[in-house]
């Protein structure tokens, strides 16, 4: 026999609404649980329950306990059929999913968040943890159980849940994933959802390919062998101008967006980039700075390292896509 570790939440009504009416069997409030195994496998079916086992399987990442009104052979939900207004027992199944996915989101808030961690448990933590999130983009997950898992990505937003890993090395520098030696160990900053457009320190996801440079904007020769920008080139670039980016998949996004949550998670595209050099430029300078100063003063240190910003931040206004370049370059270092 095998032994497996679960993550459990238990709810009784909604924590996010406790003045809901519960009102199909008397007036008491619904129980319920969130089951989820700590190492996910292969093996391992999203079942659903009402104390006991339903051949019901939701596709979450989770296994899914209610007090739940069942349809008179037991199999499944039970389902409005007739246009009856007052169908207590589908309002009671339909707020009970909203309680579940309140708890769902509570539940992500609070769990496997570590804040220090070597590199052998780093990847194996964080990607465990962003398992958790219900993946509303896949065609597996429908009907009452997609409803559940958008609201769970909804009720984070209204929440502004701080769930974006950022990784680093002391209270004020970003550390790469690649960077960490196997013999560092890495601080886990968690930073909020939703941040004012002004504000510096908002984490930004990487754009799903920063190998695309590929086009020749300026000849090699010209360049001084200045090759396209790597992810690796480019994240160390973002830390240099003080962009903080998360760890968070870029999924995360979109499953976001799918939930219709107000909100807008920045990406490092050329035309954002630039703009955060733009409000944070000084920072990147010496301490009372005159001009002309020579670059290695710099927090760029090096001419490759500036070479990398300005060819990332160029390719959208060469290829006509965006002008905030040349619109609001003027008086910048």
């Not at 754009?207 to 020769?221: A, E, F, G, L, M």
């Not at 050099?277 to 003063?297: G, H, M, N, R, W």
């Not at 931040?313 to 965006?322: A, P």
Request: charged share 20%.
């Amino acid at each position: 026999t095998s032994k497996q570790k679960w993550l459990i939440q238990q709810g009784v009504g909604d924590i996010y609404n406790e003045d809901q009416t519960w009102t199909y069997i008397g007036q008491i409030k619904p129980r319920h649980d969130i089951a989820i195994p700590v190492e996910m496998t292969s093996e391992f079916s999203s079942q659903v329950f009402c104390f006991l086992p339903l051949p019901i399987i939701s596709n979450l990442p989770a296994l899914i306990n209610g007090h739940f009104v069942l349809n008179d052979y037991r199999r499944e939900l039970w389902k409005q059929t007739t246009p009856d207004a007052a169908d207590t027992k589908s309002k009671w199944n339909d707020n009970l999913i909203d309680a579940i996915s309140s708890s769902y989101a509570d539940f992500l808030m609070h769990s496997l968040k570590t804040d220090c961690i070597d590199r052998d448990h780093l990847n194996v933590s964080l990607g465990n943890y962003y398992k958790l999130f219900p993946d509303v983009l896949s065609d597996k997950l429908e009907g009452t159980w997609l409803k559940l898992a958008l609201n769970v990505y909804q009720k984070l937003c209204t929440h502004n849940a701080a769930v974006l890993a950022v990784l680093k090395m002391s209270k004020s520098d970003v550390i790469p994933l690649e960077c960490i030696e196997s013999n560092l160990v890495a601080h886990v900053e968690w930073c909020k959802l939703k941040y004012s457009a002004e504000c510096l320190k908002k984490p930004y996801f990487l754009k799903p390919d920063h190998t695309h440079h590929t086009k020749c904007i300026v000849s090699s020769q010209e360049s001084g062998g200045i090759k396209p920008p790597s992810i690796m080139n480019m994240k160390q670039v973002f830390d240099i101008i003080g962009m903080t980016i998360t760890c968070a998949p870029l999924k995360i996004i979109y499953s976001f967006h799918k939930a219709a949550a107000d909100m807008n998670l920045p990406t490092t595209t050329a035309c954002d980039v630039f703009k955060h050099y733009a409000a944070s430029s000084s920072q990147v300078l010496p301490k009372d700075c005159t001009f002309p100063c020579k670059i290695e003063d710099t927090k760029f240190k090096s001419i490759g390292a500036f070479k990398h910003l300005l060819w990332y931040i160029l390719e959208d206004h060469i290829e006509g896509h965006h002008r905030c370049f040349v619109d609001s370059c003027c008086g910048l270092p």
